[in-house]
Each structure stands twice: as C-alpha cells, then as structure tokens.
C-alpha cells in the first residue's frame, strides 16, 4: 500500500521549454501532496505543499511563477517547469502523506536536463 | 526552527559488521522521527518512523533505531551489514504542532559495504 508514482522518470528538454511531472497516489487519497528537489549528492529541499484544491504554498527562495504547482484531484498533482534553463536541471521528488499522518510517501523521482 | 544533523556524510562498514548512523536534531518540541533510504536514482523509501509510545523502533530490512530525548538523538542501526544496504540514509523531522506535514531532512550518510 501506499505507492506513489510519478511520471516522466527522465526528461530531456531544449532550454526555453516547459515541462510537467505528474505526481500520482495509487491506492489512497493525498490531501497533501509535496514536491522536493535534489541535487547530486544532496540532500531533498522542499519546493513547495500541495494541498487538493487550493493553492500550493511555496518555500522562501522558490519562485511560484517558474513552478507552477497543480493538485487537482485527491491522487493527482502535477509540477510544470515553466520556461526551463539549465540551471533548473535535478531530480524532482514528490510525496504524498495519508490524511493528516505524519508519514510521507516517496515518488520514484524525475530527472529532467534542460540543454 | 527545527534542524536534522547526520554526523558523517560517509560511513563505510564491512559486510557482516554493525552499521551506526548517526542522528541528532533540534526542536523546542521532540518532533516526529523518520529514516528514509534512498538508491540511486530513485525516491525515498521508509525505513522506520517515530511518533510515539516505544523509544526502540524496529523498521524493514533489519534496521532498528532509538529515540533518545536526553540526547536529541535518532540514530539508525543493524547488527550485521549486508551488501544490499549500501545506499544513501536520510534522517528527518516534522513538527508535532501544526500538522503541516512538513519534513525536514539531513544532509545524508553515504553507507558502502565493503566486501
């Protein structure tokens, strides 16, 4: 139990392109939904909260317009990368917590390079 | 504001010894305690939690860690490495209070198993 999916796994882009990672829950419903982003060798940084149906609230740092943040169904949120530049190259991570427990459960991650 | 110290970014055992990871945290409030373990390129995988009741936590794949409230620690062990563990182990926190959810992690400890 408790799977949560995402796709694409990697994603290869041109510069100036936008991209959307889906985040799914398989066999429960999220409420809450988080996207985290990791560089080599680094720890995860939380980007931002998802909560299904309103809007997502961002880390200090992180710019809402560059990434947009949709959680329109209880099992589905989606991350776009607006306008992409190398320097958004990582691994996208999202979560996803069971009601108001205090587990998350992992994606598998998407690695996208923008060239 | 909460923070997660993982004492040593590398941990080399050899196969057959005992694996210690190391966890201290602050919080004016013990917060929720989890390990996660994550292979390369891939998400984060639950190993144990902490939330309440029993100190000694028991997670999968033969890993056990402690809270200890004198010592703000959380520290990860398995008496007897095998070459599968080697992998990188996030320790992290989320706040008791408010119900964000929010997870806040540690840098990371590189565990490698040495034949």
């Given at each position: 139990?408790?799977?949560?999916?995402?796709?694409?796994?990697?994603?290869?882009?041109?510069?100036?392109?936008?991209?959307?990672?889906?985040?799914?829950?398989?066999?429960?419903?999220?409420?809450?939904?988080?996207?985290?982003?990791?560089?080599?060798?680094?720890?995860?940084?939380?980007?931002?909260?998802?909560?299904?149906?309103?809007?997502?609230?961002?880390?200090?740092?992180?710019?809402?317009?560059?990434?947009?943040?949709?959680?329109?169904?209880?099992?589905?949120?989606?991350?776009?990368?607006?306008?992409?530049?190398?320097?958004?190259?990582?691994?996208?991570?999202?979560?996803a917590r069971v009601g108001?427990?205090?587990?998350?459960?992992?994606?598998?991650?998407?690695?996208?390079?923008?060239? | 504001?909460?923070?997660?110290?993982?004492?040593?970014?590398?941990?080399?055992?050899?196969?057959?010894?005992?694996?210690?990871?190391?966890?201290?945290?602050?919080?004016?409030?013990?917060?929720?305690?989890?390990?996660?373990?994550?292979?390369?390129?891939?998400?984060?995988?639950?190993?144990l939690k902490y939330t309440?009741?029993?100190?000694?936590?028991?997670?999968?794949?033969?890993?056990?860690?402690?809270?200890?409230k004198s010592e703000t620690?959380?520290?990860?062990?398995?008496?007897?490495?095998?070459?599968?563990?080697?992998?990188?182990?996030?320790?992290?926190?989320?706040?008791?209070?408010?119900?964000?959810?929010?997870?806040?992690?540690?840098?990371?400890?590189?565990?490698?198993?040495?034949?």
């Open positions: 139990g408790a799977v949560v999916s995402q796709h694409p796994s990697w994603v290869i882009c041109k510069s100036g392109t936008s991209v959307k990672i889906e985040c799914r829950s398989l066999d429960f419903q999220a409420t809450t939904m988080f996207w985290y982003r990791q560089f080599p060798k680094q720890s995860l940084m939380l980007m931002a909260t998802s909560n299904e149906g309103s809007k997502a609230t961002y880390e200090q740092g992180v710019e809402k317009d560059k990434f947009l943040i949709n959680h329109a169904s209880l099992t589905l949120s989606t991350l776009t990368v607006t306008s992409a530049h190398p320097e958004d190259s990582s691994f996208y991570i999202c979560s108001t427990g205090a587990t998350q459960y992992f994606g598998p991650g998407t690695r996208l390079l923008v060239l | 504001a909460q923070s997660v110290t993982q004492l040593g970014s590398h941990v080399s055992v050899s196969e057959g010894a005992l694996v210690l990871l190391r966890c201290n945290y602050s919080s004016s409030v013990p917060p929720y305690l989890f390990w996660y373990v994550q292979y390369p390129n891939q998400g984060l995988q639950l190993l309440t009741g029993a100190t000694l936590v028991k997670g999968i794949n033969g890993f056990e860690a402690e809270f200890k620690s959380f520290h990860l062990t398995k008496p007897s490495a095998h070459m599968s563990d080697a992998a990188e182990y996030f320790c992290a926190v989320s706040a008791r209070s408010g119900n964000t959810g929010k997870l806040i992690f540690g840098q990371g400890t590189t565990l490698q198993v040495k034949p």
